[in-house]
């Protein structure tokens, strides 16, 4: 029996059975984790097929998407992304797209949260790499991009991009914003210089034909939440993800006022 958020969720939102892509997107899968990782992969392959990254995009960029598809991505190379998630997905064959940084890498953790996390090394992306996963730009040291000037983005992307692919000898052509944070002249700096083919943001949301490559909608998903928890925010998203733009608006005439 559906829960009755889900059951709204379903009544209000926007169908799924229409072709289009969602991508989504996890930090780390705890150990601890696992179990719900996996009841989030059984309750979504029921609802879409999954798909690689960039072949997802591609076949929707040429209007030939003919079911719902969804597309798995990591942020910031977690090791546990290597130890807990690449074992199930490799069973299911699952390929995934891993947003990496870097000096997070060559340092072995993250450093910009209040309580870093274990990254994996080149030898440990490799693997995914030879499981088919792709590797993707998340910044040479994960940066609010919103915050810097244009030669510092550049070179954010710029020096991630040439280290990742000096070091792992795959091209890197999908970018995705550190904490999610973007705005429009971080998009047109980066859709100029040419050093990736798509951005993804952390704006969630269906795509179908006819989308911007550099405004890619990703969808967060959180393991303390359930299947039905996840599945009811993401049509409700669908459906009133405009009401976001409205609170950032209200905020900002707040301040100015």
């Given at each position: 029996m559906l829960s009755p958020a889900l059951f709204l969720a379903r009544s209000i939102g926007k169908p799924w059975k229409t072709p289009h892509?969602?991508?989504?997107?996890?930090?780390?899968?705890?150990?601890?984790?696992?179990?719900?990782?996996?009841?989030?992969?059984?309750?979504?392959?029921?609802?879409?097929?999954?798909?690689p990254y960039s072949v997802a995009l591609d076949l929707l960029a040429e209007g030939r998407i003919n079911r719902p598809t969804m597309v798995l991505t990591f942020d910031d190379a977690d090791q546990t992304v290597h130890d807990n998630a690449l074992p199930v997905l490799a069973d299911r064959a699952i390929k995934a797209c891993i947003f990496a940084v870097a000096d997070y890498v060559e340092k072995g953790t993250t450093y910009r949260e209040k309580q870093p996390r274990a990254v994996m090394n080149w030898p440990a992306l490799e693997k995914c790499l030879a499981s088919g996963w792709e590797i993707g730009n998340h910044t040479y040291s994960h940066p609010n991009l919103t915050q810097c000037s244009e030669d510092a983005v550049l070179h954010q992307l710029e020096r991630n991009k040439k280290c990742i692919e000096t070091q792992l000898k795959c091209p890197?052509?999908?970018?995705?914003?550190?904490?999610?944070?973007?705005?429009?002249?971080?998009?047109?700096?980066?859709?100029?210089?040419?050093?990736?083919?798509t951005q993804a943001t952390t704006q969630r949301g269906q795509m179908r034909t006819g989308f911007d490559s550099h405004f890619l909608r990703r969808d967060r998903i959180d393991l303390h939440r359930t299947p039905e928890q996840i599945e009811a925010l993401m049509r409700l998203a669908d459906r009133l993800y405009w009401m976001r733009h409205l609170r950032r608006l209200a905020k900002l005439a707040t301040r100015r006022s």
């Amino acid at each position: 029996m559906l829960s009755p958020a889900l059951f709204l969720a379903r009544s209000i939102g926007k169908p799924w059975k229409t072709p289009h892509v969602r991508i989504i997107y996890f930090h780390g899968v705890p150990r601890e984790s696992l179990n719900r990782f996996v009841a989030i992969l059984d309750h979504f392959g029921q609802m879409f097929h999954f798909s690689p990254y960039s072949v997802a995009l591609d076949l929707l960029a040429e209007g030939r998407i003919n079911r719902p598809t969804m597309v798995l991505t990591f942020d910031d190379a977690d090791q546990t992304v290597h130890d807990n998630a690449l074992p199930v997905l490799a069973d299911r064959a699952i390929k995934a797209c891993i947003f990496a940084v870097a000096d997070y890498v060559e340092k072995g953790t993250t450093y910009r949260e209040k309580q870093p996390r274990a990254v994996m090394n080149w030898p440990a992306l490799e693997k995914c790499l030879a499981s088919g996963w792709e590797i993707g730009n998340h910044t040479y040291s994960h940066p609010n991009l919103t915050q810097c000037s244009e030669d510092a983005v550049l070179h954010q992307l710029e020096r991630n991009k040439k280290c990742i692919e000096t070091q792992l000898k795959c091209p890197v052509v999908h970018f995705a914003y550190p904490y999610g944070q973007f705005n429009t002249r971080t998009i047109n700096i980066i859709r100029k210089s040419g050093l990736c083919a798509t951005q993804a943001t952390t704006q969630r949301g269906q795509m179908r034909t006819g989308f911007d490559s550099h405004f890619l909608r990703r969808d967060r998903i959180d393991l303390h939440r359930t299947p039905e928890q996840i599945e009811a925010l993401m049509r409700l998203a669908d459906r009133l993800y405009w009401m976001r733009h409205l609170r950032r608006l209200a905020k900002l005439a707040t301040r100015r006022s």
